[in-house]
């Protein structure tokens, strides 16, 4: 796989929206090709590239990070999601989002969120107390 050029997201709105606009005002395919390439300063194959992966970053415009233009040996496969536009894919790249926490108290690894070891806090930093000690070895009492 060989990599001809790719589009940032930002650039990839920016065309979008002036694409958009362009259509809504009525103007043909041909004089929007035309001001979106003085718009943005592309020519020729460039600009050909560009309006292909406008197309296929309105189909897939949620978490979108860039459009990669590929193109490929006689016996390499296509990736999934790659779409083909005459002899090159173009292939959108998503963001990937990190999965959230659970918010059920647990720290996803199957303790108790906070603790650090057994029991729970200290009421000392220097050991039981002697009434402590005998309130130990008596054991639970029974209610």
Not at 61 to 85: H, Q
């Amino acid at each position: 796989m060989k990599a001809v050029t790719e589009f940032p997201n930002v650039t990839l709105t920016k065309g979008l929206a002036a694409k958009n606009t362009l259509a809504a005002e009525g103007k043909s395919p041909e004089e929007i090709q035309q001001s979106i390439g003085e718009s943005f300063k592309y020519e020729a194959e460039k600009l050909k590239y560009f309006l292909a992966a406008l197309d296929v970053a309105a189909q897939n415009t949620t978490n979108l990070r860039r459009v990669l233009v590929v193109g490929l040996a006689e016996n390499e496969v296509a990736p999934a999601k790659a779409i083909k536009v005459e002899e090159h894919y173009y292939l959108p790249e998503f963001l990937v989002m990190a999965s959230a926490k659970p918010a059920d108290g647990k720290d996803g690894k199957g303790g108790r969120k906070g603790g650090k070891g057994k029991g729970g806090p200290k009421s000392s930093p220097w050991g039981l107390s002697p009434e402590e000690e005998a309130a130990k070895k008596k054991g639970p009492a029974k209610a």
